[in-house]
């Protein structure tokens, strides 16, 4: 774990769990793995308080736990999974992914699981269907059949999964055989369990009744109230399939600035055909021949054969490389290039960066080696049309950014510098990784800079809440105008132009933490994409 | 190397030219000090994207972040002492104990070890009602006793005695409800003080009016 990533992961534990469990946690990311014991007394923090934060990461799948070095009659040893921690990020997007497939039940569904690490259907079908009944108006409620189809079809469309079963030591509820626990460095994958997609029974017909007359709202049942049948049995969200999803948000929507919005069509739905036969990290989709896709085309789109077979030779022909041809039966066979997709986006955002941090003849240099592979000083000056002693500055300023390499070729044995040649290249990959160090440390400064900024206007914050209660329980209580305009001119108005640019630089921060995920999101998929096709 | 200083002293080992700066010019000024934590940007950065799905994807940030701070996995630690234990810190709200779990996971899927005792919630609906008319009674009781005791002087010690029986009493249902609200200690102590004598004025001017316990200068 690099140090931006270690702060990173600290300052997001922080945020959600507390400080308690921002210190155990990045103590354990900094060792690797360790035992309870080792782990309260190297951060001196009281056993109990220790037990609780691991129990906490635990829930929520950040940390596991397996025999040690030991074996299975040693201590239990307990790693944290970064990977998981740095989607607390990205949180806001995947509710909204939620929202705009599947609505607002949708998205407290996956709300609610997020929060909670894995809870069971039952629990999450009762708690989502309170909360909607709560914001609707009186006298209507929400039926939990209409929560539980919801969540069906997000389970059938792989959105969530079932948590994957321990083979716990100690508990017989596996039978006669105690079986061990699994060894920590192999975490069991969701996908291996048969089980993984699909639903328990459970008999809930119901729904939570308002009634009209008391100021409470009493919750009345009618019908059957949730029973429990499916105890043990824990769902939580399946953050590989959103990331597909993202991915594939993220192709068409290149695809349709770059040639339009009917071949963004069609790659859509080239890509919905072929949701569930691509396993997860492959270079390509499945071949589709050009007769499928025509037939699979919404008829909205209002796309004829002849304009399909032209759109799908203009897309093969892109050099962006998004849609490859490889074969010629059932009018053509054509696939999508995941990989090749994902390379040109991250080629692309590396691309963005240089221009808009050096300038756009900077960029002009670093796409020419980008696209050159090695090229000498002087070469570079002529293919770049650029004045020699420009071009060398620029060139410098790259290089001590290390956004550009310097490869020595020596003429002769010893490395004398009159005699070697001094190539400028840039490495794809080593570059998009620098990149994502960058990223990581930046969307820490922006959390660091909003707690500061929280920090220094505290009172003011204080204030304005109290303030606020205090309104809310005067209008709750009916005075009158007079009163209300005397509390509220109990803070002066340079405290609130105050209040007003303090709460637009926070909201500006927590807008630019999510922009900066975005670009996380999609090195982080080049690069594991380009590990995967290894 | 060092032989070779006197012989070709104002030669290069490398091609000059390359660097594009002749002999008499003068080298660009090596640095002294650490380059500037916020160096001064050539460039403005490109503002931010905007629209709806921006602005519900923010608000869905702070809310998630401040529902976060009430949840149960929120682990707050202890306040440490300042400076002096001091005599209010009895009649503090019940800070978070270490020895107990707010939430109750599902501990057959956490390694035993994990185990800690689930703080079973305070039901403030239906126990506080139950005792409350004992309660209110007893209120009643002992102050017409006090009544008593100030208008009888001679028959003080007698009073006394009772006093001091049912506090006995309410000391003893005291022991058996151990998570009741704090405003039965004012009951339980033998010190003339009200609660709200300790108080250390972080409530001042947000309670209501009609707290008839409030001490009064």
Redesign the interface.
Known sequence: MTTQEVRLCGLLLQEHFGNVVEKVGTHLIRSGVLTLRALAHETKLPLDLVKKSLCVLVQHGMCTFGAGRRGPAGPVEYRINCEHVFHMLRYPRYIYTAKSLYGDTGELIVEEILQRGHMTMSSTVKTVADRLTHNMPEGQSMDYSEVVSVFSQLVETHFLQRCPPLASAGSSSSGAVDTPLPVATQPTEPESHPDCYKLPYINLTGQLLQSKHSSHTKKLFSGQPLCGDDDGIYWQVNFQRFHLHFRDQAIISAVSCKLDQSSSEIVRTMLRMSEVTTPAHAAFTQALSANEIFRALLSSYNIARPILDQYLSLLVDDPMEFVGKTGDSGGGMYVVNLHRALANLARATLESVVQERFGSRSARIFRLLLRKRHLEQKQVEDFAMIPAKEAKDMLYKLLSENLVQLQEIPKTPDYAPSRTFYLYTVNQLPTARLLLQHCYKTVGNLIERRLYETKENKRLLEKSQRIEAILASLQATGAEAAQLTEVEEMITVPERQQLESLRHHINKLDSSENQVDETIFLLKSYINSTQASR | MAGNRGRGRSQF???VD?L?FGRGDSLPTSAHTPSPLFPPM??R??P??TGE??D???A???E??A??KN?P?????ARTKTDVARYSDKYQNGEPK??C?EWS??W???????C?KVQKTRKTGAKPQLTQKPKVAARKEEVLQKLETLEKREQEQHSEEEEDEEKKKQNEEEEEEPDEDYDEEELEDETDYIISYFDNGEDFG?DSDDNMDEAVC
């Open positions: 080992t490398f091609n390359t594009r050539q460039f950065p490109v931010l994207h799905e921006v519900y994807m923010l869905l940030k702070q998630l972040r529902s976060s949840l996995f929120h682990i707050k630690a270490y020895n779990i996971p599902d057959s899927r956490m390694p035993k070890e994990l800690i947000a």
